[in-house]
């Protein structure tokens, strides 16, 4: 059975510009979540989307957006790109929101280079 | 935005030895501890996690150890391996996952 899987694997993009990341998350389950991993830190959460609805939100500029579509994949969209926007973008998946079910699996990241 | 405090942040361990790893935690709330391995260029991958109605679960070399009344938890691995080298994340989730800053494990043969 596939993993989570995310695309593009790397994006070099220029400041102020926009940019699109996409997830597919493991057969079968319908919560997907994001974070950011800056080099040498641990990933930040930045959304959790399950059934379609966010459930989450952490401490990131209203120039990240997300949202999960009838087949559970999802987008995240960063405006206004700012050289600290580069990171790898994380995308994990699990049964459910909260509770039983709730273990995340990892997609590999889209590294994304701002300059 | 961190709560989840871990350490050391390194670590040397010869093989066949014991890696130990440390995290502590502030938010009571939290209801769910896991343990991620990373190598570099990868993403994060499930390795153990444990819930605070229990004190230990073990998991072939991973044992996470849960302390509730001192808010802390560990991941041990027995017998460590050249291969385990790697990142390992503590994380605490209640709503949304909190990760530790990371502990990079280096085994030697």
């Known amino acids: 059975d596939a993993g989570v899987t995310q695309s593009p694997t790397h994006l070099i993009k220029t400041r102020g510009q926009q940019v699109t990341l996409r997830c597919s998350p493991i057969?079968?389950?319908?919560?997907v979540s994001w974070y950011q991993q800056v080099l040498g830190q641990g990933p930040q959460f930045i959304f959790q989307?399950?059934?379609?609805?966010?459930?989450g939100r952490g401490n990131f500029p209203d120039r990240f957006s997300a949202r999960q579509f009838p087949n559970y994949s999802s987008e995240l969209n960063v405006n206004a790109l700012l050289l600290g926007d580069s990171a790898l973008y994380l995308c994990?998946?699990?049964?459910?929101?909260?509770?039983?079910?709730?273990?995340?699996?990892f997609g590999p990241g889209t590294r994304l280079t701002v300059t | 935005q961190q709560q989840v405090k871990q350490s050391p942040q390194s670590l040397i361990v010869q093989k066949g030895g014991i890696s130990i790893i440390n995290c502590a935690y502030e938010?009571?709330?939290?209801?769910?501890f896991p343990w991620y391995q990373q190598f570099p260029g990868k993403g994060p991958a499930l390795l153990i996690a444990?819930?605070?109605?229990?004190s230990e679960k073990k998991e072939g070399r991973f044992t996470i150890s849960f302390n509730k009344s001192a808010k802390q938890f560990s991941l041990h691995i027995m017998d460590s391996q050249p291969g385990d080298s790697a990142t390992y994340f503590c994380?605490?989730?209640?709503?949304?996952?909190?990760f530790g800053a990371g502990t990079r494990l280096t085994v030697k043969p």
């Open positions: 994990a998946s699990s049964l459910a929101s909260g509770g039983p079910g709730y273990e995340q699996y």
């Open positions: 057969s079968g389950h319908k919560s």
């Open positions: 989307y399950y059934e379609k609805e966010e459930r």
């Open positions: 938010n009571t709330a939290f209801d769910y």
């Open positions: 444990i819930r605070p109605d229990v």
């Open positions: 994380a605490a989730n209640n709503n949304d996952m909190r």
